[in-house]
């Protein structure tokens, strides 16, 4: 290989691993920020409207930094495994489209009408169980379980990266969760409690993909 063309190619890669870690640590401080919140709204610590603008305000900040995270993954891996890191990609970009359409709706339409006093005519846009933004959050978030799924076979199953893996697929398995816990017929706060390990598995599988570009930099 050419000497200027392998500076450049490792240039870019550094440059890439660096976009990578802070969109990942961006996310993983964003995920980490929600589950707190969510967690104090559920013990009463937080009122409307500012539980649900922390709440929406956080989440929203997760998107675009979690995107760019896979999509550095997806250019640093090898050809032979571009298949799985691509397809993480389009499961992240259907996360994103679906979820920020949802923390929009909310934060810029239906709190600002509620506080007025108006909400009567917005009720249809409301994230309540069920309704229609509530679906939307529901495939955002089972569409983040798949990215984690299908990025899983992109790491190596030694070093550093196998403990990324392990991240990715255990985050995985919680989709199922997240499903019910939309999808049940009977939506309560301790039907909530079910998905708690989430909380978990998704700002871990961030943060070590996050480290994980970190050491690729030296």
């Known amino acids: 290989m050419d000497v200027n063309s392998h500076y450049n190619n490792f240039i870019l890669d550094r440059t890439i691993s660096k976009v990578g ?4 640590l961006i996310a993983f401080i964003a995920i980490t920020a929600f589950g707190v ?3 104090l709204q559920i013990l009463g610590f937080f009122t409307y409207p500012w ?3 922390l709440i929406y305000g956080f989440s929203l900040c997760i998107t675009v930094p979690f995107m ?7 250019h640093i891996t090898k050809p032979a495994k571009k298949f799985w890191s691509h397809t993480a990609v389009i499961f992240t970009v259907i996360y994103v489209v679906f979820v920020v359409a949802n923390y929009v709706v909310q934060l810029a339409t239906v709190i600002p009408m509620t506080v007025k006093g108006v ?6 846009l409301r994230q309540t169980p069920h309704s229609l933004f509530w679906d939307f959050d529901a495939i955002g978030y089972i569409a983040m379980g798949l990215a984690t799924l299908f990025a899983m076979p992109v790491f190596e199953k030694t070093g550093f990266q196998k403990w990324v893996r392990y991240t990715f697929l255990v985050h995985s398995f919680t989709t199922p969760l997240i499903a019910f816990v939309y999808f049940s017929p009977n939506f309560s706060d301790n039907l909530l409690l079910i998905a708690t390990p989430w909380v978990i598995t ?4 961030m943060l070590m993909l996050c480290l994980m570009f970190k050491k690729l930099q030296r």
Not at 68 to 74: C, D
Not at 119 to 124: G, L
Not at 202 to 205: G, K
């Open 202 to 205: 998704a700002p871990l599988s």
């Open 68 to 74: 760019l995270e896979i999509l550095a993954l997806h």
């Open 37 to 39: 919140v969510q967690t």
């Open 119 to 124: 909400s009567d005519e917005i009720n249809i």
């Open 21 to 24: 870690f802070w969109s990942g």
């Open 51 to 53: 539980d649900e603008i």
